[in-house]
């Protein structure tokens, strides 16, 4: 797997088989050095995990390149392309992060050539694409590192000059680092994210030229420096990463929400998958905002707290992970749990009991269309506001609702795009009254179903409410209607009595027959993957027409699995959800 260049031999161009060797030497140097990286880790918070975080966001390019060696003969572009897109798919905390987008930068410039002018240019795309990437770029940091190795290259010349002047010119930027921010110059140390990127560095140089560049070392640390001495005590509490299925204008708004919630804020990734990565004390908050920009997934929510302890039998020691969905025994990884008593855009107060009696702890409030998702929310404890065609519950009627549910934390599922204004509206009137209110922002009747799925009343009030918002955003929906006029639609023209096939609420398919229909529509979002189908049914729809559906997705889709619910009357003839 990796290349051993002969003695005094060294490389002309930057080959797909130089590319995986430099990758598996960088994985390997980040693990042999992840714990001197990580105990010099004190900005922008003194969680000592950077070499670690960098060590996974390593392993992740590693992997991809070795699956695609392992499915065919990749060429340079395809090869540097996959290390790129493992990273981004695995970075992890803020260095990890900026590597991912440095290595896609490099990416773009490599995928043409091969050759040192070649190499130098991407250095100098990879310091571009990872300061545009960080709201607030930072001085002393792997931003300042990269900025240097590109400089330090940019006359060009032969690979070997590149890659040496690159790695040069990194080392002696890491040095002055120490001086460039008082947190590190107080605990004696360099940028740990700017020691990660030199060693990645430094594996591509041994792979050029078959010899191990010298050790750049890091400062001398004072002995057992305390962290809270060298972290700002007032920032963010929680870290929030999640991977983002978006477009371009929807991204450049959520990173104007979420630089406005928190700081350390950083995007990564384009052509529609993102990596987000910010620090916030309101988790929730920043995971809605993901929900309303596009589908986020693999939701990791970190809490800061140094003095966390790791609940027994947890994944890890100081967060979790979720491809969309918690389990009931998931959690977090600390015995802090997920949010902060003024968190995720609900108020608290002491009301006291009614007439009616002692309040409940929780509850949840769903709009539903149909009486057969009425009955099903309700038996699975939900206080229900029914939606019927062409007539949305106003203001008031959600306000009843979350009076009669008479709990003193309710979450409220919308499950309508139209509903978002009334809903937070009604929120706010209730909140006022001293009930604690979240808003999880479900789009579908599908998505308020995952939400309740994932319900934990058992839970803290903020874990609950993160875990049903992951569980919603993590599922596509899609809905059958029957077209009452001729309209020009994102699909094309229809004509009255067509059947329209709305994917994300938009028209995709257009066709005669509802079961055909319906199976255009699901295999159209299986094809970007899913595990479980749910399929919502009318009274009205055509007879059969749920076993028809089961019976396709078992045949052209061995590894998903089908659930079905009657909606009975007054609902549209299908709705679909992918998760």
Same mark, same amino acid.
């Given at each position: 797997m990796s290349r051993a260049l002969q003695p005094d031999e060294e490389l002309v161009e930057l080959d797909a088989e130089a590319v995986r060797t430099w990758c598996a030497?960088? $994985?390997? #140097?980040?693990? %042999?050095?992840?714990?001197?990286?990580?105990?010099? &880790?004190? !900005?922008?918070?003194?969680?000592?995990?950077?070499?670690? &975080? =960098? !060590? =996974? @966001?390593?392993?992740?390019?590693?992997?991809?390149?070795e699956a695609v060696f392992a499915a065919s003969g990749p060429d340079t572009a395809e090869t540097v392309r996959a290390m790129a897109h493992g990273a981004l798919l695995g970075a992890r905390g803020n260095s990890g992060t900026i590597l991912s987008q440095l290595l896609r930068g490099m990416a773009t410039v490599l995928?043409?050539?091969?050759?040192?002018?070649?190499?130098?240019?991407? $250095?100098?795309?990879?310091?571009?694409?990872?300061?545009?990437?960080?709201?607030?770029?930072?001085?002393?940091?792997?931003?300042?590192?990269?900025?240097a190795a590109a400089e330090a290259c940019a006359a060009g010349g032969t690979l070997v000059e590149v890659a040496r002047g690159a790695y040069e010119g990194a080392a002696t930027a890491l040095a002055a680092t120490s001086g460039q921010l008082d947190v590190l110059e107080r605990a004696g140390v360099v940028d740990a994210g700017g020691r990660g990127l030199v060693t990645v560095l430094g594996a591509l140089l041994e792979t050029i030229t078959g010899q191990t560049p010298d050790h750049p070392g890091t400062a001398p640390l004072p002995p057992a420096a305390p962290r809270e001495k060298c972290a700002d005590e007032d920032g963010p509490a929680y870290e929030v990463i999640y991977l983002l299925e978006a477009d371009d204008a929807a991204v450049a708004l959520l990173r104007s929400r979420l630089d406005a919630l928190g700081e350390s804020l950083v995007v990564v990734g384009g052509d529609g998958l993102w990596n987000v990565h910010v620090h916030v004390d309101d988790a929730g908050a920043a995971v809605e905002a993901g929900v309303e920009a596009g589908r986020p997934h693999r939701i990791r929510i970190t809490h800061f707290a140094s003095d966390a302890t790791p609940a027994p039998g947890r994944g890890t020691a100081r967060g979790a992970e979720t491809d969309g969905r918690y389990g009931a025994d998931d959690g977090y990884g600390t015995d802090h749990g997920y949010g902060t008593d003024d968190g995720y855009a609900y108020a608290c107060g002491t009301a006291d009991d009614d007439a009616r009696g002692e309040r409940a702890a929780r509850a949840i409030v769903a709009v539903v269309p149909g009486e057969g998702l009425a009955g099903l929310c309700?038996?699975?404890?939900?206080?229900?506001?029914?939606?019927?065609?062409?007539?949305?519950?106003?203001?008031?009627?959600?306000?009843?609702?979350?009076? %009669?549910?008479?709990?003193?934390?309710?979450?409220?599922?919308? &499950?309508? @795009?139209? =509903?978002?204004? @009334?809903?937070?509206?009604?929120?706010?009137?209730? %909140?006022?009254?001293?009930?604690?209110?979240?808003?999880?922002?479900?789009?579908?009747?599908v998505q308020g179903i995952a939400a309740l799925a994932v319900h934990e009343p058992g839970r803290r009030f903020d874990e609950d409410v993160v875990a049903m918002t992951a569980a919603a955003g993590a599922t596509r929906y899609a809905e059958l209607a029957v077209a009452e006029h001729r309209s020009f639609t994102s699909a094309g023209v229809c004509q009255a009595g067509d059947v329209l096939g709305l994917i994300e609420g938009d028209v995709a398919v257009i066709g005669q027959d509802l079961t055909e229909t319906a199976r255009t529509v699901l295999d159209r979002m299986l094809s970007a993957g899913g595990e479980l189908v749910t399929l919502v049914v009318a009274d009205d729809a055509p007879p059969g027409l749920a076993a028809d559906l089961e019976r396709h997705v078992r045949r052209a889709h061995l590894a998903v699995d @089908?659930?079905? !619910?009657?909606?009975? #009357?007054? #609902?549209?003839?299908l709705l679909i959800g992918v998760e």
């Open positions: 030497r960088a $994985f390997d #140097a980040l693990g %042999r050095e992840r714990e001197e990286i990580d105990a010099i &880790n004190v !900005y922008p918070v003194a969680d000592g995990d950077t070499g670690t &975080n =960098l !060590y =996974l @966001t390593a392993e992740a390019a590693h992997q991809a390149v995928g043409d050539g091969r050759d040192g002018e070649h190499l130098a240019r991407a $250095f100098a795309e990879a310091a571009r694409a990872a300061r545009q990437a960080v709201a607030h770029p930072v001085e002393g940091t792997i931003l300042t590192v990269a900025s309700a038996e699975a404890g939900a206080t229900t506001v029914r939606a019927r065609p062409g007539e949305p519950p106003a203001e008031d009627e959600l306000v009843e609702a979350l009076r %009669r549910a008479h709990a003193r934390e309710v979450v409220l599922l919308p &499950n309508d @795009t139209d =509903l978002r204004e @009334t809903a937070a509206a009604a929120a706010e009137r209730v %909140r006022a009254e001293g009930v604690r209110v979240a808003l999880v922002p479900t789009r579908a009747a @089908t659930t079905t !619910y009657h909606a009975g #009357a007054e #609902a549209p003839p």
